[in-house]
């Protein structure tokens, strides 16, 4: 049982599984900031200095805070700043990764497009000689 775990862990697939997986979630990271700390401060700067991540409705009455963090410490939200945030986020990273699909397929099909035959170059005039030379000499042997 060990053997074949040690075999199904070491396999290439699950091994590049594993990279991809921590790839993705240092890129979710990092498109995340992207989102909160550039793109959205200057959406928000466009459309009269919203802060989309404070943007909410509250659904309690109990609720008298501007800010999120305190909104939802008193009682329910709906935080739709946030989710169009989130929305976007999903957006760049799905662009992202349409590129990168579109990147590998270009280049599994210029690797599996077959290579034409180079064209036979002409002889050189050295070549040319050679080859009349041969010829004579061939034609006096008979």
Sequence with gaps: MFKEFKE????????????????????????ASFIEDLVMPLVGKLLGG????NLFIALSEKVTATNLLEAKKQGAVFAYGNFITMCLNF?????????VV?????????????VAP????????Q???LTEIRDLL???AD
Excluded at 91 to 99: D, G, H, K, P, Q
Excluded at 118 to 125: C, I, L
Aim: without cysteine; glycine residues 4%.
């Design 118 to 125: 180079a064209a036979p170059t002409e002889p050189t005039a």
């Design 8 to 31: 199904f862990a070491l396999k290439g697939n699950l091994i590049d599984m594993s990279v991809a997986f921590v790839m993705g979630a240092a890129f979710t990271k990092l498109s």
């Design 102 to 114: 579109k990147a590998i397929n270009k280049a599994k099909a210029l690797a599996s497009k077959p």
């Design 91 to 99: 957006l760049i990273v799905a662009f992202a990764m349409f590129l």
């Design 50 to 53: 919203a802060d989309f991540s």
């Design 127 to 129: 070549e040319k000689l």
């Design 138 to 140: 061939k034609s006096k």
